[in-house]
């Protein structure tokens, strides 16, 4: 069975960083996309940044952009996102999800179980 496992959440005040990562096993994912996406109470969830697999292009939402690097290391079939100059908005629980890709939550047929991230003012 296919799994992903985030880690690297947590609790940081504003301005700082964290790295998490997304562990996938039981087959590999390289012509499939890795996208992260998060989560907050009371709101939809939303894509944070996609990298294809097989290419390598990137792609942010807007709210995260020239903050945060998404990446992957094919030969350890893991992917990473490393979050900078942390904001309280950014306060969620994230995701990472492996499928064909898109900003639609839809087009993942893989997720991880979450981890937190908490950013204190």
């Known amino acids: 069975q296919v799994q992903l496992g985030e880690s690297g959440g947590g609790l940081v005040q504003a301005g700082g960083s964290l790295r998490l990562s997304c562990a996938v096993s039981?087959?590999?994912?390289?012509?499939?996309?890795m996208g992260w996406f998060r989560q907050a109470p009371g709101k939809e969830r939303e894509l944070v940044a996609v990298?294809?697999?097989?290419?390598?292009?990137?792609y942010y939402a807007d709210s995260v952009k020239g903050r945060f690097t998404i990446s992957r290391d094919n030969a350890k079939n893991t992917g990473y996102l490393q979050m900078n100059s942390l904001k309280p908005e950014d306060t969620a629980v994230y995701y990472c999800a492996a499928g064909r890709g898109g900003s639609d939550p839809q087009g993942y047929n893989y997720w991880g179980q979450g981890t937190q991230v908490t950013v204190s003012s």
């Open positions: 990298i294809s697999w097989g290419y390598g292009s990137t």
């Open positions: 039981g087959r590999t994912f390289s012509s499939y996309a």
